[in-house]
């Protein structure tokens, strides 16, 4: 019996064959390095490629065992982000435009997809029965963050489907813009397992005030809510038309 079991624990030659979790980032990392991501201006600006990814994830309830975030930035500002899941002919590049300007990505001198303006930005009301204004953002940057921290709580996401499910926020921003730009900018994530399934943006402007803005990470159904009162309802999604602020494709990599 105790040999039986040995020989139970052993992997399989398919698992023997993967990368390791290491190796698969540092896979996508190259493959997110390739893409050529630029804002349609009248000058048009290339973003840029954070240097590495933003949140390592899992999710075993869709049995996916790897999983990473990845952000294109413009002077310091989230613009694009990317999850990258799945092994070999599973894998897919899932993204989703931060911007309030059209994306244009291409890939060894192709067109990829050309992303319309993904942010919404709202102003971020008083707390329901608060009967008075958001505090407005502290001086010191440290105070900020604790701020932001409390707004996010406020929001509640449901991922739908037949089993609706309500998402785990994380209570630490997975991206906060650099410390010397006048507007703080900071990304929360809701997740399942830590796959992340939607993206709160938080913004401490120069001005002295509080805006939102939410973007899906998933095909699925989401309802968002602020103080229980729904703000946003994201449906399902079947495929992406032309222009969509989200996106997912198959990259050349799962055809190998």
Known sequence: ?????????????????????KEWLAQRQAEFEAYEISLEAEKPRQLVLESRSLLNW?????????????LWTDRGRPQLIAC???????????????????IVAQRGGEAVHRFGPGALWQELPAAQGAGE???PPA??????????????????????GKQPAEMRQLTQ??????????????????????????????EATSEGKWRYGLMRQTKWPLKVELDSN???????????PAESPFFVLKPPAAAE
């Open 139 to 160: 001086k010191q940057r440290a105070l900020r963050r604790t701020q932001m921290r409390r707004q996010a709580e406020r929001f509640r996401v449901v991922m739908g």
């Open 173 to 202: 921003p997975i991206y906060r813009t650099p410390a010397e730009l006048e507007d703080d900018i900071a990304l929360f994530a809701f997740v399942q397992g830590t796959d992340p399934e939607c993206v709160l943006m938080l």
């Open 133 to 135: 204004a958001v505090p």
């Open 58 to 70: 899992s999710n075993a309830e869709r049995g996916a065992d790897v999983g990473a975030v990845f």
């Open 230 to 240: 729904e703000v946003a309802d994201f449906p399902s999604i079947s495929r992406t």
């Open 1 to 21: 019996m105790a040999g039986l079991g040995n020989a139970a624990a052993q992997p399989s030659e398919a698992e023997q064959s993967q990368p390791s979790p």
């Open 84 to 102: 990258a899941f799945g092994r070999d002919k599973l894998l897919r590049h899932e993204f989703h435009s931060l911007s309030t300007e059209p």
